[in-house]
């Protein structure tokens, strides 16, 4: 069982810079697909960026698009998320997870428990 921790979160003016790191216990496997997923009170959980152990392929919601940049340290066991130009609505806990397709936010792998999360919040 893999299991992920976020940090790297923190309190940001609109238009900065986070970066966020999941570290995970033990090595994914190629075909596993690492993803960011995060949540506001009251919402559903939402699918940010994901990449491929593996191929290292990467894929983002619209809404993140040119904004943020998912990434891997396969020696680290590590993936990241770089989040540059974050507006007010980035503001969410924001989880890793880990399944084997893209929808690795609403189905991670069966036995995933979901972490902390790390808060980000962008404030003027």
């Known amino acids: 069982q893999v299991q992920l921790v976020e940090s790297g979160g923190g309190l940001v003016e609109p238009g900065g810079s986070l970066r966020l790191a999941c570290a995970a216990s033990?090595?994914?496997?190629?075909?596993?697909?690492l993803g960011w997923c995060r949540q506001g009170p009251g919402k559903d959980r939402e699918f940010v960026a994901a990449i491929r152990w593996g191929r290292g392929s990467t894929y983002y919601a619209d809404s993140v698009k040119g904004r943020f940049a998912i990434s891997k340290d396969s020696a680290g066991n590590t993936v990241y998320l770089q989040m540059n130009s974050l507006k007010l609505e980035d503001t969410e806990v924001y989880y890793c997870?880990?399944?084997?397709?893209?929808?690795?936010?609403?189905?991670?792998?069966?036995?995933?428990?979901w972490g902390q999360g790390t808060q980000v919040t962008v404030s003027s």
């Open positions: 033990g090595r994914p496997y190629s075909s596993h697909v």
């Open positions: 997870s880990i399944g084997t397709g893209l929808d690795v936010c609403q189905r991670p792998l069966r036995d995933f428990a």
